[in-house]
């Protein structure tokens, strides 16, 4: 399993859409031309979310990749706050790649799953 993401999120990720490394743009092939991705992600609860990462385009003065799509709804549903943690993961198996996303909080100092 490879680990595409681990960020505390901010005001803006909970807001608007999450701010998504660029570093880890490799793992989401991109069609010539395009500036979209949809992608699917399995929470801890076996629930799929339907992602869009996007890359906006060169003359924009905001290059850095964002996810959007369902996330709002997974902040909502997941009661996500400003200091959380997500983690994206990738997983390559015989029936092709799957992604999986988890949200952690700290709660007396232990890092857990939000379910």
């Known amino acids: 399993m490879e680990v595409l993401m681990e960020k505390k999120l901010s005001q803006t990720d909970i807001e608007y859409r999450l701010a998504f490394p660029t570093s880890s743009l490799r793992a989401f092939p991109m069609p010539e031309g395009e500036t979209a991705v949809y992608f699917e992600a399995t929470d801890t609860l076996e629930n799929e979310w339907n992602f869009r990462l996007s890359i906006r385009g060169e003359n924009d003065?905001?290059?850095k990749p964002v996810i959007t799509g369902d996330w709002l709804q997974f902040v909502?549903?997941?009661?996500?706050k400003v200091g959380d943690k997500i983690f994206l993961t990738r997983e390559e198996g015989v029936n092709g790649v799957r992604y999986s996303i988890?949200?952690?909080?700290?709660?007396?100092?232990?890092?857990?799953n939000v379910q």
């Open 76 to 80: 909502r549903d997941k009661g996500l």
């Open 102 to 112: 988890r949200a952690e909080r700290k709660i007396f100092k232990v890092w857990a």
């Open 61 to 63: 003065r905001y290059t």
